[in-house]
Nanobody, 123 residues
């Protein structure tokens, strides 16, 4: 079965940290991964991505220097380490995957999506 499952969301005070995990099952386990977020009333936004091997990453301007994406292909898991969280980071965070050796930042390019996990940052 092909599946992506996110975990690690929660409520945190501004300045705090969270680590999100995305476990993949099936043939997509080693696909390139992207993290997206969607705040209430907003469009889905690219947060960070990582290629299939893990040697190339990208992140959105709004999280640069605060969020770090990584992966462990033995565990079929991608991570999003979120530090120095701000209230504007509040959103549902989604993990996605697509078959490519590179990276894309457009949500429409991704083939598979997880269910999302809520991150709420209080001021």
């Amino acid at each position: 079965q092909v599946q992506l499952v996110e975990s690690g969301g929660g409520l945190v005070q501004a300045g705090g940290s969270l680590r999100l995990s995305c476990v993949a099952s099936g043939s997509i386990a080693n696909y390139a991964r992207g993290w997206f977020r969607q705040a209430a009333g907003k469009e889905r936004e690219f947060v960070a991505g990582i290629n299939s091997i893990g040697g190339t990453t990208a992140s959105g301007d709004s999280v640069q220097g605060r969020f770090t994406v990584s992966r462990d292909n033995v565990k079929n898991t991608a991570y999003l380490q979120m530090n120095s969280l701000k209230p504007e980071d509040t959103a549902v965070y989604y993990c996605a995957a697509y078959l490519s050796t590179g990276l894309v930042t457009k949500a429409g390019r991704y083939e598979y999506w997880g269910q999302g996990t809520q991150v709420t940052v209080s001021s």
